[in-house]
């Protein structure tokens, strides 16, 4: 029997993970901590909510009584944390939230895990979720290794690389077991539609504008979310102690390459004509700081765990659109809110 805390289980790719360990391992007692911020929503686990093996705990990760008080309760063998604020503009409109929630907030969760285990953390894990954007901005060449300095240049990147300091910090000093993974641009079903593929696939299914930003040269490299949660898996149950391991898709595209291709699918998919989709784009301000381009080396993860993504990036997105069409009352109720009077009725 395991008790498995995953923080930010109700959010993107949080909620894949949730549902993966919830089926996978019915001996395991997953409780998911989520506040339910804008991003944070429990229909993206109606399916599993039922389960005997899955608890939800609303709550914020930065109130330190109410975090030590439920780990006072469970005393969490494991926490899988993803909890954040993981939009890059909203970090630059308002940085102060992402120190709290990704610096404090992680500190509050390592400081109660410390202190429960303190005297023996033999079988205990700290998994700690972050990014590749921690490494900063490539040139036109190179790849992310583990071993590569951090450089981060956005509020987000910066609070991200600090918690992922202190994580290390904890390992160091109190030898808490740890290990941090950090992972390309994921995309999939459940994704906040602020985000590049979703936001364009709800413009293109309103007619909206598809806000490019500067010149659309930039890159990242994608990862289908059920083959990140695959990974997440993995690292849990096979990682060395004290160990990072880089995730990514071996999957690099240049934005406004990736957003023609979205572009022709949506048209098929949608039964307009070919390049009417393409006609929405916009090239608008750029991103202030904006990282011109990120690639994961997965070879560790690889070679050591023998992970690889498991569907093409042409899979994964016909999958996505797919299911953003086929779910356009989810979409909106993300977009206007309603998803809260789904959690009252549910959760009084
Ligand atoms: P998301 O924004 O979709 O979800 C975040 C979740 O955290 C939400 O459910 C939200 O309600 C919850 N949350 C936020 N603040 C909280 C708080 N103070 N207390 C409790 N819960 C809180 O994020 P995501 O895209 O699923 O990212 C999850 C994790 O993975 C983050 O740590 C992010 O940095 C990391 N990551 C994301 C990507 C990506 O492409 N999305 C890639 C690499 C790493
Ligand atoms: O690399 C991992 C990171 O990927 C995660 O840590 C973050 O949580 C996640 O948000 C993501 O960050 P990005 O900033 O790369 O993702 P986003 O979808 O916001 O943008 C992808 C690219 O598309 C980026 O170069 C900016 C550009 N873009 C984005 C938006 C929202 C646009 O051109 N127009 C837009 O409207």
Known sequence: MMNILITGGAGFI???VVRLFVNKYPNYDIYNLDSLTYAGNLENLKD??????????KGDINDSEFVNSVFKKHKFDSVIHLAAESHVDRSIEDPLAFVKTNVIGTMVLLNAFKNTWKDDFDNKLFYHISTDEVYGSLGQTGLFIETTSYDPNSPYSASKASSDHFVRAYGETYGMPYVITNCSNNYGQNQFPEKLIPLFINNIINNKALPVYGDGNYTRDWLYVQDHAIAIDLVFHKGKNKETYNIGGFNEWKNIDLVKLLCRKMDVELGRKNGASEELITFVKDRPGHDLRYAIDASKIKNELGWMPSV???QGLEKTVKWYLSN?????NVISGQYQSYYE???N
Do not use: A, R, V
């Open 48 to 57: 599993i909510e039922n389960k005997p093996n899955y608890s939800f705990i």
């Open 14 to 16: 949080g909620s894949h």
């Open 312 to 314: 093409t990036f042409e």
């Open 328 to 332: 356009e009352e989810w979409l909106n």
């Open 345 to 347: 009725k549910q959760y």
